[in-house]
């Protein structure tokens, strides 16, 4: 295990963590496999992080429309 790699990696993946369009396709992967209370979680985030307001309005839709999903199914 190369520590610097390492190091590099979790850095790179905190980066990727506060990136709205991560978050979305998350959402898109979740979403699609019928896990709606997850899907809502990362719309929300993606909402939560994106950096213009029509990026934020459609995942936050999302978000609600997933959530109300999650709640029938649950």
């Known amino acids: 295990l190369d520590l610097a790699t390492s190091g ?14 991560l978050h979305s396709v998350r959402g898109d992967l979740l979403e699609s496999l019928g896990r709606h209370a997850e899907a809502a979680v990362e719309f929300e985030q993606a909402g939560v992080l994106a950096q213009n307001n029509a990026e934020r309005a459609l995942s936050l839709e999302r978000a609600r429309t997933n959530s109300e999903l999650g709640r029938e199914a649950g």
């Open 8 to 21: 590099d990696f979790l850095m790179a993946t905190d980066t990727l963590e506060r990136y709205h369009l």
